[in-house]
T-cell receptor
Framework: DGGITQSPKYLFRKEGQNVTLSCEQNLNHDAMYWYRQDPGQGLRLIYYSQIVNDFQKGDIAEGYSVSREKKESFPLTVTSAQKNPTAFYLC???????????????FGQGTRLTVV | AQSVTQLDSQVPVFEEAPVELRCNYSSSVSVYLFWYVQYPNQGLQLLLKYLSGSTLVKGINGFEAEFNKSQTSFHLRKPSVHISDTAEYFCAVTYNPHQGGKLIFGQGTELSVKP
């Protein structure tokens, strides 16, 4: 089945550590996205990538980093510079970019990150 | 800045009653509108979308929404809800048809269906 796989489902981080969240898709989508979800705030865009080897900052990129070395993969690193990393993180994809309208995002099941 | 406002953070309703979840967006330029549903500790599932054409859009699970350009609204409705509709619902908008995943989300509405 085609879809988006996020791992792990739950992740615990100690203060000062970097952690990496995995996102893989087999939908042949060009674009991939990372969102952060906090209670009562909806989802906010962290980073997005339209093509391999290119990505742009979203609204809340500080303290996060990404890479896009393969079309299928878009890992997110939460660095120690992120002051409040406890949240639910969702990865999404859409595309292919060549279509006039690729207006639908497909979401993974999320990773819940907790700082301990 | 462009924004999406969901007017109710929580909506309690009895089973088999009708429900409306309200959504307003800030800009009147060309928009593409979505409603997503999220069950606890899961990702988002698309309920329906408005891209163009008929302003009444039908989605999955018996939901429908009406695009009103003059009022910049996209309210979600269901004539008769079930217990299984209990979830959080998000309204979202994109202004770029080539970036379907670059969405601006509302704060979410928790729908609680009681027996």
């Amino acid at each position: 089945d085609g879809g988006i796989t996020q791992s792990p489902k739950y992740l615990f981080r100690k203060e000062g550590q970097n952690v990496t969240l995995s996102c893989e898709q087999n939908l042949n989508h060009d674009a991939m996205y990372w969102y952060r979800q906090d209670p009562g705030q909806g989802l906010r865009l962290i980073y997005y990538s339209q093509i391999v080897n290119d990505f742009q900052k979203g609204d809340i990129a500080e303290g996060y980093s990404v890479s896009r070395e393969k079309k299928e993969s878009f890992p997110l690193t939460v660095t120690s510079a992120q002051k409040n990393p406890t949240a639910f993180y969702l990865c999404a994809s859409s595309g292919p970019t060549g279509e006039a309208l690729n207006t639908e995002a497909f979401f993974g099941q999320g990773t819940r990150l907790t700082v301990v | 800045a462009q924004s999406v406002t969901q007017l109710d953070s929580q909506v309690p309703v009895f089973e088999e009653a009708p429900v409306e979840l309200r959504c307003n967006y800030s800009s009147s330029v060309s928009v593409y509108l979505f409603w997503y549903v999220q069950y606890p500790n899961q990702g988002l599932q698309l309920l329906l979308k408005y891209l163009s054409g008929s302003t009444l859009v039908k989605g999955i699970n018996g939901f429908e929404a009406e695009f009103n350009k003059s009022q910049t609204s996209f309210h979600l409705r269901k004539p008769s809800v079930h217990i299984s509709d209990t979830a959080e619902y998000f309204c979202a908008v994109t202004y770029n048809p080539h970036q379907g995943g670059k969405l601006i989300f509302g704060q979410g509405t928790e729908l609680s269906v009681k027996p």
